[in-house]
């Protein structure tokens, strides 16, 4: 019998396509059909509704496959559809949906996500038996973003393939059918074949980038940057030459956004275990193309650092470092003190949500009862001048 075993999930939006996935069973045909949002109103208030019939568009793969992967085209940007999914082969079919998705707005429209991380990274220490993970999907669903990133560690053991519905796909579910993901390798995906069978990032898929409204993110692998063998220090020094920091280099340089956000998952700079200070051979990279923000993981707590630049506190032009170790929170692993790079620092399973317009992003650190427990925004003039508030 033919069975829908994970998702449909949304992956790659543009402003003229979205690429669907989902897994079965068996092999089966891959059919994904756009239907028209309809628009209610009453009185002065309007919503969505799921259409019944009216069929926009269909797209379909040749050849039958378990891991599913469609991509719809000739979308509007900004735009609410919604979709449905369809699988067939000799033993059944199944069928799933009309779910909402939205395409991805011009530049100049504001827009939001969230940011977590440590699904399945934090599964050794949770006493909670995975309601934190559910915790935290049901408060980034609350905030309806655009897109959501994740920051690594989103399984226990990548190798696992249990692992991908036990920490994402199970608890995400019905945040992921209508919000596209994006995530980068941690050290418990351990560079497991399950993550580029399961996500349709551009390849390589451990590092890539891509454009959203204002905003040039940019996904980086640390976990290649510093091999186990010889973690938390770096095979050897880090800079041009590497494929990756070439790519790098010219990803940031042609880069025409307004903001520019990168994110792996170790972090450079954070007041507790787990800093990996041989990253900080990145930072000048980041300094000189203009990067805004960085966030990162790998140490289970929240942190923001102040604004820095070449190893100082900078108000002026400064990046900041934010560890969003979010799906769980192990306070015996921040230091007693701080250091003099932390701004605010605390350790609650938590969200980062992200407001980004032309001139401003703000920041919101949630925890998961869905309270908010730091703040703060970024403005840029007119000249690129920055200010911090």
């Not at 939006?13 to 996935?21: C, N, R």
């Not at 051979?281 to 980041?286: E, G, R, W």
Request: aromatic letters at 14%; one cysteine or more.
């Amino acid at each position: 019998m033919l069975c829908l075993i994970k998702g449909p999930y949304l992956q790659w939006p543009t402003m003229d396509s979205m690429t669907v996935m989902w897994e079965t069973s068996q092999p089966s045909s891959s059919r994904v059909e756009v239907l028209a949002a309809e628009r209610i109103h009453s009185g002065y208030q309007g919503n969505y509704k799921p259409p019944e019939h009216r069929v926009l568009s269909a797209f379909e793969n040749d050849g039958d496959s378990t891991i599913h992967q469609v991509t719809v085209r000739n979308l509007e940007p900004g735009m609410i559809y919604f979709y449905k999914i369809h699988s067939e082969n000799a033993h059944g079919s199944i069928e799933s949906g009309p779910y909402p998705m939205k395409t991805a707005v011009r530049k100049g429209e504001p827009f939001s996500f969230t940011v977590t991380s440590e699904t399945g990274g934090f599964s050794g220490f949770d006493t909670s038996n995975g309601q934190i993970n559910i915790r935290i999907f049901d408060q980034m669903h609350r905030y309806r973003p655009d897109l959501a990133l994740f920051i690594g560690d989103i399984v226990n053991d990548g190798n696992q393939y249990e692992d991908w519905e036990t920490y994402f796909f199970g608890p995400g579910q019905p945040f992921l059918t209508s919000t596209p993901s994006y995530s980068c390798l941690g050290n418990h995906e351990d560079g497991a074949s399950w993550y580029d069978d399961f996500f349709a990032f551009s390849p390589p898929k451990n590092y890539y980038s891509f454009d959203y409204g204002d905003v040039h993110f940019t996904c980086l692998d640390s976990t290649d940057f510093i091999p186990k063998e010889s973690y938390p220090h770096s095979a050897g020094p880090i800079g041009p030459g590497q494929a990756q920091v070439d790519f790098l280099i010219r990803d940031l340089e042609s880069a025409s956004a307004r903001w520019k956000i990168v994110y792996f998952h170790y972090p450079p700079y954070v007041s507790g275990g787990y800093q990996v200070e041989d990253l900080r051979q990145l930072c000048p990279i980041f300094e000189q193309y203009g990067v805004d923000l960085v966030f990162n993981s790998h140490t289970i707590v929240y942190e923001r650092s102040h604004p820095l630049r070449e190893g100082k506190v900078d108000y002026q032009e400064g990046i900041v470092y934010i560890v969003a170790g979010g799906a769980g929170a192990m306070p015996e692993w921040l230091l007693p003190k701080r250091e003099w790079h932390t701004s605010q620092s605390v350790a609650v399973p938590h969200l980062v949500q992200v407001v980004a317009t032309t001139d401003h992003l703000k920041i919101n650190a949630i925890d998961a009862e869905g309270r908010l427990f730091d703040s703060m925004m970024i403005r840029k003039g007119p000249d690129d001048t920055k200010a911090f508030y």
